[in-house]
């Protein structure tokens, strides 16, 4: 029988800390007999939270960690000083194979600064970029940058997409995945320097599926599987995204329950919409990965709940179980054998 994987959790970061990781690593454990997870941070916390639930206690570990990075500390200095804090620890037991993934919906300064600086990045890859999957009416596709570097260059951009195509051939699924860059029309001549400088160079990569230009607008229809952009319009992109969601959501029910007829007519299509709804949900699919380190590391939502914690985790099991990291590493490898 194979070894169990290992996934560490920050259960000391996030809006809903120590409570919603540890319950997501309570749920994770009741539904898979083959993962471990280990709950850094404060330990008489932890155990006070992990008390309220049964579970198979052979399969969660606490690992102390006494201090606690906060959202409005500077990353540098939080890495740099607070060496016992959950992340700081949790990110060495990753760096040190002790750990399979690392998942934390803490400050995502911190977490971008410990994953380059702890973990450290795959030769090759000089700006690793969150990658989440969001929800589109043909199933989902990756965005990437979204909130790593907003100063990417030509070259990170290409890189990005390489990465990405790998992550949602292996991961997703999807063979010889169509990658587009992020512009504001179809043209080639169009865009920013950025854009044009690093359009001719996706254009002529020959190990990803290049398709040209994506509108913003066509995201959502599943124009194509791996968007590509620097940080400050993917992460634009994704909170416009969340938010519209959240309003037509929200919207919806509103309409549905303002009437009699409504209510009658919401009933017969509640099996129908539930569904559609879960599939725009955003905890459905985990975390965003960051892309091109030696080890994993998901950054889930500052608000997580359980049910996100719990998803990340199983992304964790699937960016391991498809060697991922490896993937990278090796067709990376080649293409800098071949240059030289």
Do not use: W
């Amino acid at each position: 029988m194979p070894e169990a994987i290992r996934v560490c959790i920050d259960a000391m970061g996030g809006d809903n800390a120590p409570a919603a990781p540890v319950q997501g690593a309570v749920d994770a454990v009741k539904l898979r007999n083959d993962i471990k997870v280990v709950l850094v941070g404060q330990e008489d916390v932890i155990q006070a939270e992990l008390s309220k639930y049964e579970y198979p206690s052979e399969q969660i570990e606490i690992v102390n960690a006494t201090e606690i990075i906060e959202m409005a500390e500077h990353p540098v200095n939080a890495i740099r000083t607070k060496k016992d804090s959950s992340m700081v620890v949790g990110m060495k037991m990753v760096r040190d194979r002790q750990a399979d993934a690392f998942i934390s919906a803490g400050s995502s300064g911190a977490i971008l600064v410990g994953g380059q600086t702890i973990v450290g990045r795959i030769k090759g890859v000089k700006r690793p970029p969150l990658a989440p999957l969001i929800p589109t009416e043909n199933g989902v596709s990756l965005l990437i940058d979204c909130g790593a570097n907003v100063d990417a260059r030509p070259e990170h951009l290409v890189t990005f997409a390489k990465m990405g195509s790998i992550y949602m051939e292996h991961i997703v699924g999807i063979k010889n995945p169509r990658v587009a860059i992020v512009n504001i029309g179809t043209e080639e001549e169009k865009g920013n320097n950025l854009v044009k400088e690093t359009y001719p160079m996706l254009k002529e990569c020959d190990t990803i599926n290049f398709v040209g230009s994506i509108e913003s607008r066509e995201i959502p229809h599943g124009g194509a599987d791996v968007i590509v952009c620097e940080a400050f319009t993917g992460n634009v992109i994704l909170k416009l995204y969340e938010g519209l969601s959240q309003t037509l959501i929200s919207v919806i029910k509103g309409g549905l329950m303002s009437t009699l007829k409504s209510k009658i007519g919401a009933a017969l299509a509640l099996p129908a919409l539930k569904k559609t709804i879960k599939s725009f949900d955003a905890s459905t699919y985990g975390g965003a990965p960051l892309l091109g380190l030696n080890g994993l590391v998901v950054k889930t939502h500052g608000n997580s709940k359980n049910t996100e914690i719990k998803n990340a985790i199983f992304q964790c099991i699937s960016f391991s179980e498809n060697r991922i990291n490896e993937k990278i590493k090796e067709q990376l490898a080649v293409e800098s054998s071949t240059e030289e």
